[in-house]
């Protein structure tokens, strides 16, 4: 039962989706940005919940994603800036991700060298890490002309 929801890609969107709006009208996140990190299936998700918010969702990072399991014109409505991280040895989501790229607006392909599919290696995850953190950094910054949201 659970590997079948595991693909269920619109229940877990709708879960996304659910807690985003929740979480961005607590007093205290009200005015953040959103950034997503999703792996596997869960970036596939984490893409179609960037879809359905693109007011709310600045940035979406996916490890060893499978952004193929979302339908090209939802892609094609993703406004966040997107992360697609791989391993170089995880060759058919490579070239899973690879085809995607077209579809995303605002998107980049990371490969980590030497890297399997679950980023075993050591120092992979380290890698990750860095590039994830990076991303977010960059584009979970403060919107020019926009000060931080008010003390709670």
């Known amino acids: 039962m659970t590997t079948r929801l595991r693909f269920d890609i619109e229940l ?3 879960r996304v989706t659910a807690a985003t709006r929740w979480v961005s009208e607590l007093p205290r ?3 953040l940005r959103i950034g997503y990190f999703g792996a596997s299936t869960g970036a596939a998700a984490a893409l179609a919940a960037a879809a359905e918010l693109p007011e709310r969702v600045a940035a979406v990072v996916s490890r060893g994603g499978r952004p193929d399991l979302v339908a090209p ?3 094609g409505r993703v406004r966040a800036a997107a992360l697609l991280i791989v391993g170089s040895r995880d060759e058919t989501v490579l070239g899973l991700n690879r085809a995607v790229l077209a579809h995303l ?3 980049e392909l990371a490969v980590v060298p030497g890297a399997t599919h679950l980023f075993e290696e ?5 890698a990750v ?5 990076g991303w977010f950094e960059r584009h979970l910054a403060e919107p020019a002309g926009i000060g ?3 003390a709670v």
């Open 12 to 14: 877990l969107t709708g």
């Open 29 to 31: 996140t009200r005015g």
């Open 73 to 75: 014109a939802t892609l």
């Open 105 to 107: 607006a605002a998107a």
């Open 122 to 126: 050591p120092g992979a995850l380290g």
């Open 129 to 133: 890490a860095r590039l994830a953190a």
């Open 148 to 150: 931080p949201p008010p």
